[in-house]
């Protein structure tokens, strides 16, 4: 389907836009802004330029998900000696790779987000979000953070920072050396602990049951509140009230970790959050956001089922359309159920998935679904650097019950703005 309004930001435009964001040039200012959880609503006290910290108001939290790599390139430095060049492309780890894929992965993210963070955080911005939530941070570097976290302030925007993706990061206290890295910055909102690892394609941090992972992320949790009290710690559940594990419900899991303040839920259920928000009443008196929802903007028209999660032989195209009406009917939901607007409600707001494009995806074999992959041979009909239609099946969550993983930017792989940019804009600004 044609979507109308679609805008190509020319490399003249982007420069003026980056140009008239306001005090690009000045540093953020030293100190924290305050940030605390009273009841369901978040109470924030901005840090001003001047030093000052502005008056407490409840935090509507208007925000995008962002994970700046596009397009994997076949080879690059290795992380261990950037003089040596190794294969990249797929982030796989397999025997006698090296080094393995994962370590190679989360280098070139922090590459990624060095070359894009001037580009793309100006456009977050122009889309009026407020909030950022980011999956593995920016890397273990006090200039290279600093500089990120100085332009996410200098354009208005607040960080939900990730300090821990992995059984790694707890056990080797990278997470705390994070945390006493970036504090005292004020474009920080929250701490953020993991990312859907209460189900099983993330395999709970790397731990062996979901009770060992709820264990370490309460006990990171507690020892971050003893060397940060301006910021509330958060993490971040896939959608499972039910299981036949009574130890892998969310209910169970929040219950395990107490000293979480603050819950996202990565949500995709359809065009409507159903009974998402009297669930979370029953479950707990915390404040609940939206960490992930959202659609893509492939429509899949035919499609062979090669087996239950995976589509294949794809025959379709983009519609933007659909995925810019569906993500504002989902925000539709979340408005109605904003702290920040009446605090009876449990939700501080919610977070579009995602910021751009990721080709590196490729039909979602990144998470290891679907066929498996000849690595060898580049001509299978797999690409980490082009447009792929393959996705998973998740019958009722989307339009066409495929998730298209490589296509669920506001923005494609080149920055191009999609119809959901905006209206979002016009959202955002009004919410």
Same mark, same amino acid.
């Given at each position: 389907?044609?979507?109308?309004?679609?805008?190509?930001?020319?490399?003249?435009?982007?420069?003026?836009? *980056?140009?008239?964001?306001?005090?690009?040039? @000045? !540093? #953020?200012?030293? /100190?924290?802004?305050?940030?605390?959880?009273? /009841?369901?609503?978040?109470?924030?006290?901005?840090?001003?330029?001047?030093?000052?910290?502005?008056?407490?108001? @409840?935090?509507?939290?208007?925000?995008?998900?962002?994970?700046?790599?596009?397009?994997?390139?076949?080879?690059?430095?290795?992380?261990?000696?950037?003089?040596?060049?190794?294969?990249?492309?797929?982030?796989?780890?397999?025997?006698?790779?090296?080094?393995?894929?994962?370590?190679?992965?989360?280098?070139?993210?922090?590459?990624?987000?060095?070359?894009?963070?001037?580009?793309?955080?100006?456009?977050?911005? !122009?889309?009026?979000?407020?909030?950022?939530?980011?999956?593995?941070?920016?890397?273990?570097?006090?200039?290279?953070?600093?500089?990120?976290?100085?332009?996410?302030?200098?354009?208005?925007?607040?960080?939900?920072?990730?300090?821990?993706?992995?059984?790694?990061?707890?056990?080797?206290?990278?997470?705390?050396?994070?945390?006493?890295?970036?504090?005292?910055?004020?474009?920080?909102?929250?701490?953020?602990?993991?990312?859907?690892?209460?189900?099983?394609?993330?395999?709970?941090?790397?731990?062996?049951t979901v009770a060992d992972a709820a264990t370490a992320t309460e006990e990171a949790a507690k020892t971050?509140?003893?060397?940060?009290?301006?910021?509330?710690?958060?993490?971040?559940?896939?959608?499972?009230?039910?299981?036949?594990?009574?130890?892998?419900?969310?209910?169970?899991?929040?219950?395990?970790?107490?000293?979480?303040?603050?819950?996202?839920?990565?949500?995709?259920?359809?065009?409507?959050?159903?009974?998402?928000?009297?669930?979370?009443?029953?479950?707990?008196?915390?404040?609940?956001?939206?960490?992930?929802?959202? *659609?893509?903007?492939?429509?899949?028209?035919?499609?062979?089922?090669?087996?239950?999660?995976? @589509? #294949?032989?794809?025959?379709?195209?983009?519609?933007?359309?659909?995925?810019?009406?569906?993500?504002?009917?989902?925000?539709?939901?979340?408005?109605?159920?904003?702290?920040?607007?009446?605090?009876?409600?449990?939700?501080?707001?919610?977070?579009?998935?995602?910021?751009?494009?990721?080709?590196?995806?490729?039909?979602?074999?990144?998470?290891?679904? /679907?066929?498996?992959?000849?690595?060898?041979?580049?001509?299978?009909?797999?690409?980490?650097?082009?447009?792929?239609?393959? /996705?998973?099946?998740?019958?009722?969550?989307?339009?066409?019950?495929?998730?298209?993983e490589e296509y669920f930017g506001i923005f494609d792989a080149d920055r191009k703005p999609k119809l959901?940019?905006?209206?979002?804009?016009?959202?955002?600004?009004?919410?």
């Open positions: 389907m044609k979507s109308k309004g679609m805008v190509f930001i020319s490399a003249v435009a982007l420069a003026v836009i *980056i140009a008239l964001s306001p005090h690009l040039g @000045a !540093e #953020a200012p030293k /100190g924290p802004s305050i940030v605390q959880v009273k /009841g369901t609503e978040l109470i924030v006290q901005k840090r001003l330029e001047n030093g000052s910290l502005d008056q407490p108001k @409840a935090y509507l939290m208007k925000g995008v998900t962002w994970s700046p790599a596009t397009r994997a390139p076949d080879d690059g430095p290795d992380p261990a000696n950037a003089a040596k060049i190794v294969p990249y492309g797929f982030f796989f780890d397999w025997p006698g790779r090296a080094p393995q894929g994962r370590t190679i992965f989360r280098s070139w993210l922090i590459q990624e987000t060095s070359r894009y963070y001037k580009t793309d955080i100006p456009l977050m911005k !122009e889309m009026n979000a407020n909030t950022v939530r980011v999956y593995d941070g920016f890397g273990e570097s006090p200039e290279v953070n600093k500089a990120i976290l100085d332009e996410f302030y200098k354009n208005g925007i607040m960080v939900i920072m990730a300090i821990a993706a992995s059984k790694d990061d707890i056990e080797t206290y990278r997470y705390l050396r994070i945390v006493k890295m970036c504090k005292d910055h004020p474009a920080i909102l929250v701490w953020s602990l993991g990312n859907e690892w209460n189900l099983e394609y993330n395999k709970y941090y790397g731990y062996e971050i509140k003893k060397i940060d009290r301006n910021h509330p710690v958060s993490s971040c559940l896939g959608d499972r009230f039910e299981d036949k594990d009574p130890k892998n419900t969310v209910k169970w899991i929040v219950k395990k970790c107490p000293d979480v303040d603050v819950w996202g839920l990565n949500i995709y259920r359809g065009m409507s959050l159903g009974d998402l928000f009297k669930r979370w009443q029953a479950t707990t008196t915390k404040p609940l956001y939206i960490s992930e929802f959202g *659609i893509d903007s492939f429509a899949t028209k035919t499609y062979k089922v090669r087996n239950e999660i995976y @589509a #294949a032989d794809i025959k379709g195209g983009e519609d933007q359309d659909a995925q810019a009406t569906w993500n504002i009917k989902m925000w539709n939901d979340v408005a109605k159920n904003l702290s920040a607007v009446n605090p009876k409600n449990v939700c501080i707001g919610g977070i579009v998935h995602s910021f751009n494009d990721s080709l590196w995806k490729v039909g979602s074999y990144h998470v290891l679904l /679907g066929d498996l992959i000849n690595y060898n041979d580049p001509q299978e009909g797999t690409s980490y650097s082009t447009y792929n239609p393959e /996705g998973l099946i998740m019958k009722g969550s989307f339009p066409d019950d495929v998730a298209n959901i940019f905006y209206e979002l804009q016009k959202f955002y600004k009004n919410l």
